[in-house]
């Protein structure tokens, strides 16, 4: 569900062949996005997840240790360990481990991948200084195998939350969209489309909700990703509008769980529960028995 702003520079980042820079409030579908242009493009979507400490080993490429050093024995006991001979086998890409990085700008690729970069503003920031190369020129150079450039380069996003700002050096090589939240038509729409077995009703009640929440001066407030994992609740406890009903207790809550969960276990009975006796649940005990009398006789009456 994007709107003209939105398409027209995801149009300019595939003909220009530039990164696109998504900046937004957590939950209003930045990573949704890159999902749906792989899905649109029928390409691969490879994913990289930000953190704190991430660095090349996980990002680009790692070489794998364990069997190159059980090669190297097989070539000793072969008695066929030559220094530069082994040199080469050991460090060619049978020994590779691609990271994400290094699979979306692989040469071999016979179509473009679209590579999510996803919360870049929680890396550190020489890994942004790591990605300059990369998002410049589509290329990473490895000292082993010399450099690697993509034969056709992929669609790259990035995704910021902005809990930190990220360098202009990045910025310059990318495109750029802030993704708002939804205005109430636009995200009645998307819940429609992505829970459509929720009533109308419940679909407008829960984005009108959301909306008016958004207003409210909150340290969070919900995203379009909260709103959809609410109507999707909601409709697994099979409710078609939002009430301010609330359950009294904890004993009627568990009651109106239990009533949900047996409509639809009802058509197929557990054959082994017949054999099982019946557990008491916590709350039962909580609110249906009573304390015992002990008795106050003296000792001496013993």
């Known amino acids: 569900m994007a709107d003209t702003g939105l398409a027209v520079s995801v149009f300019l980042a595939l003909r220009l062949k530039r990164p696109l820079f998504v900046e937004g409030e957590a939950g ?7 999902a749906a242009m792989a899905a649109a493009l029928g390409t691969d979507l490879i994913r990289l997840q930000c953190y704190e400490g991430l660095d090349v080993t996980h990002a680009l490429y790692e070489w794998d240790y364990a069997r190159q050093l059980l090669e190297l024995r097989i070539l000793d006991a072969a008695h066929a360990l030559d220094r530069e001979g082994a040199r080469r086998q050991l460090y060619s890409e049978a020994f590779l481990i691609k ?3 290094l699979r979306a700008i692989d040469p071999s690729r016979t179509r473009p991948a679209v590579l999510l970069i996803d919360e870049i503003d929680r890396a550190d920031e020489e890994f942004e200084g790591f990605l300059l190369e990369l998002l410049a020129e589509f290329q990473v150079t490895i000292p082993e195998l010399g450099t690697v450039k993509a034969a056709e380069p992929p669609l790259v ?3 910021s939350n902005r809990t930190r700002e990220v360098h202009d050096a990045l910025k310059r090589r990318c495109l750029y969209q802030w993704i708002d939240y939804p205005s109430f038509e636009k995200e009645l729409a998307i819940i429609r489309e992505r829970v459509p077995q929720a009533s109308a009703q419940l679909a407008e009640r829960v984005t009108a909700m959301a909306q008016e929440l958004r207003t409210a001066d909150l340290y969070k407030v919900p995203g379009v990703s909260e709103t959809i994992d609410w109507v999707t609740a909601l409709v697994a406890l099979d409710h078609q509008t939002l009430d301010a009903g609330v359950p ?3 004993a009627e809550g568990q009651q109106i769980v239990e009533e949900a969960h047996g409509r639809r276990a009802m058509a197929r009975p557990s ?5 099982r006796p019946r557990r008491a649940s916590r709350s039962s005990f909580a609110f249906s028995t009573t304390p015992s009398v002990r008795s106050t006789a003296p000792a001496s009456s013993v």
């Not at 209003?28 to 890159?34: D, H, N």
């Not at 054959?271 to 054999?275: P, T, V």
């Open 248 to 250: 009294q207790d904890a």
């Open 271 to 275: 054959s082994s529960a017949a054999r």
């Open 157 to 159: 996003i990035l995704t």
């Open 28 to 34: 209003v579908g930045k990573t949704a996005l890159a």
């Open 99 to 101: 990271r994400p990085l």
